[in-house]
């Protein structure tokens, strides 16, 4: 299923979008695709699936630990497609891959969008990659039909958030707060004025889904009810596969658990 089409089909049930993230090889390659399972079973629209990099800049301590136990594990970018394959047979949930900017030109623009769009990626996010220095992307990402998925600050300016509103397919990714990702004991509470200034510059013609710091089912509510179209948890999922990862059957069930209650919480 198409990212825009899981918006639409959530929009006429009346409730906002649930986007999981993880990160694919964490805590093993083997554990991937349960995980993935429990997080669908739990309730999750859509699935952001992180393919690590040594130096994830945009991620705070609990994604980077992540990434440095799925390097560990072995996964890289070959593993991870072939990892999407194996999900793409057992479901149809949207697939997002959230990597970082090296990864993709050490592959070649091209040929990273064909392999997400031949794995069965629906979209892509680069925290990395300025909007100025995207084109070649978007242009390769549009011709592969992978959405390209920008990041809008709380720092961008009016203009700024115009230009990328207009690169962005699937949603635009609002970020919260300024800083790096991990789960926060409160939300900020400029989201509400920040959904509004975004949904101006997207014309209301697409998506826009916040992320960075959410971890409850409080916090999911309250994008919700600010107007944004979806909100995005990751390091609270994070932490939950540190916290179990040598028991794989306590890990998969408190997954589906929290991802049960968060998924509660976007019914408007």
């Known amino acids: 299923m198409r990212i825009a089409d899981k918006f639409q089909e959530l929009s006429e049930n009346r409730e906002g979008a649930l986007i999981v993230y993880v990160m694919a090889g964490d805590p093993s390659l083997y554990l991937t695709k349960k995980i993935v399972n429990a997080l669908e079973k739990g309730g999750a629209d859509m699935i952001e699936l992180g393919l690590p990099f040594s130096d994830p800049i945009a991620d705070g301590p609990t994604i980077q630990a992540a990434s440095e136990r799925a390097l560990n594990a072995g996964m890289n970018p070959d593993l991870y497609f072939n990892i999407i394959k194996e999900i793409r047979e057992d479901t149809d949930i949207p697939l997002i891959c959230l990597t970082y900017y090296n990864l993709v030109l050490h592959k070649g623009i091209g040929r990273f969008m064909r392999d997400c769009a031949e794995s069965g990626i629906n979209g892509i996010i680069i925290p990395d990659l300025p909007i100025e220095e995207a084109r070649q992307a978007i242009i390769e990402a ?127």
């Open 142 to 268: 549009n011709k592969n039909e992978v959405d390209f998925i920008p990041l809008i600050a709380p720092t961008s300016t009016e203009g700024r958030r115009g230009v990328i509103a207009s690169a962005a397919h699937g949603f635009i990714y609002l970020v919260s707060l300024l800083g790096v990702t991990g789960a926060r004991k409160e939300l900020s509470v400029a989201v509400k004025d920040m959904v509004c200034k975004v949904r101006r510059a997207a014309e209301k013609k697409i998506p826009i889904a916040v992320g960075f710091g959410l971890s409850s089912p409080a916090h999911v509510q309250d994008v919700i009810r600010a107007g944004a179209d979806g909100a995005i948890v990751g390091s609270a999922l994070v932490n939950i596969i540190a916290q179990n990862k040598d028991d794989e059957e306590k890990m998969l069930r408190e997954i589906r658990e929290f991802v049960s209650q968060l998924k509660e919480a976007t019914h408007i």
